[in-house]
């Protein structure tokens, strides 16, 4: 078929090669090597992990805390713009006026 297709056929005729793999001294001490390092790459990653839980159920989160004092800044900013402007209003100086930081 080849010379049909007018390739030149080269090599030896009738002969099949088989090559099995059998890996050298150097292969099995590297695939060695890699296995140790998949190994310790696993454990580091259990350990982060397990770091992770451990601050996750000590410390709580300051997010709620920090939404409730951001609302409670906001309202204070809103009572204190509202009474700066009834004293504008009364026809009085606003540097008279001192605000007071009032928590529920």
């Given at each position: ?39 310790a ?49 009364q ?14």
């Amino acid at each position: 078929m080849a010379k049909r297709m007018q390739y030149s056929v080269v090599g030896l005729p009738h002969y099949t090669i088989w090559h099995l793999y059998e890996p050298s001294v150097d292969d099995i001490r590297h695939m060695e090597e890699m296995e140790a390092e998949r190994v310790a790459k696993e454990q580091a990653e259990k350990e982060e992990q397990e770091r992770q839980n451990k601050l996750k159920n000590v410390f709580t989160d300051p997010n709620p805390q920090w939404e409730k004092d951001k609302s409670d800044m906001l309202k204070y900013e809103e009572t204190a713009a509202q009474k700066e402007a009834e004293v504008h209003a009364q026809g009085g100086d606003s540097a008279e006026y001192v605000g007071k930081l009032v928590f529920a």
